[in-house]
């Protein structure tokens, strides 16, 4: 599929759908508690999306997976199916929620410590995010996909974290994941130029181990080989002439 530039109609319906799934993690974030199940999880958005966000949850069937969405606990990287384990004091979740509204995807995640989180895993996830939003201000149009990448990856390595590279960003529309794929790592200056009104997505998933994953045998959870915790943040990221508009910012950084 090659990349798409949303006229300014689809934009609007890109700031909708955005702004959905944007309130879903912000509905959630009082549920993330010791003792709930991830299934629970799962179930409450579920409900919230279709029922009063009046939208669709775009992971359930996709591609056969079978929830509403993504909960990566702990050394889970991503793509995490809910079940009936519940969280634990000192745990760290990764919910990514993705919701269709309108015909339109809006795509984010964030990392949630159940209880009192340990040093570490308020480290990786502090300096995932703050990854994230170094490769988000790269954005306008002139710039490369390369800027983006370089951005993150300095800023997570000079912490000596890893970058997982088997999984990445993307662009995000009618379809959940359209060309181009955003890497988070690489030189700046290289790659794809920004054009104003692409959508796409910054993601990265950070390893406090080595980078190296593994596919569990369900087919979709991602774990680190050495079994390090890792963190990962998500925004969908409108390109324009001066800069970026976050699509997916909750209540709190609006
Ligand atoms: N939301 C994930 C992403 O950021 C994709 C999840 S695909 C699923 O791209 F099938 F696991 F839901
Ligand atoms: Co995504
Ligand atoms: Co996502």
Not at 23 to 36: A, N, Q, R, W
Not at 62 to 74: A, D, E, H, L
Request: hydrophobic content about 35%; some cysteine.
């Amino acid at each position: 599929m090659s990349v798409t530039i949303k006229t300014l109609e689809e934009q609007k319906k890109m700031r909708i759908a955005g702004r959905l799934a944007a309130s879903v993690l912000d509905m959630i974030s009082e549920h993330v508690k010791p003792g709930i199940s991830t299934d629970k999880l799962d179930q409450i958005c579920h409900r919230y999306i279709v029922e009063d966000l009046e939208a669709i949850p775009a992971p359930l069937n996709y591609r056969g997976f079978p929830k509403s969405i993504c909960t990566s606990v702990n050394h889970v990287v991503c793509h995490g199916i809910p079940g009936d384990k519940k969280l634990k004091n000192g745990d760290a979740i990764n919910i990514d929620i993705t919701v269709i509204k309108d015909g339109f995807h809006g795509d984010t995640s964030r990392m949630f410590q159940v209880g009192n989180p340990t040093i570490l895993s308020e480290r990786l996830s502090r300096v995932c995010y703050e990854g994230m939003w170094l490769g988000i201000e790269q954005i306008r149009a002139g710039k490369r996909l390369g800027d983006i990448g370089a951005a993150v990856q300095r800023h997570v390595e000079k912490n000596r974290f890893s970058i997982v590279r088997e999984y990445c960003g993307h662009g995000i529309g009618r379809g959940f994941h359209e060309d181009p794929q955003v890497l988070h790592y690489g030189k700046s200056n290289t790659g794809l130029e920004l054009l104003e009104g692409m959508t796409l997505t910054v993601e990265p998933m950070i390893n406090a181990g080595k980078r190296t994953v593994k596919l569990l045998s369900d087919g979709w959870t991602v774990v680190t080989k050495d079994h390090s915790l890792s963190a990962q943040w998500e925004h969908t990221i409108l390109v324009t002439g001066s800069g970026y508009e976050v699509l997916t910012l909750g209540a709190k950084d609006r």
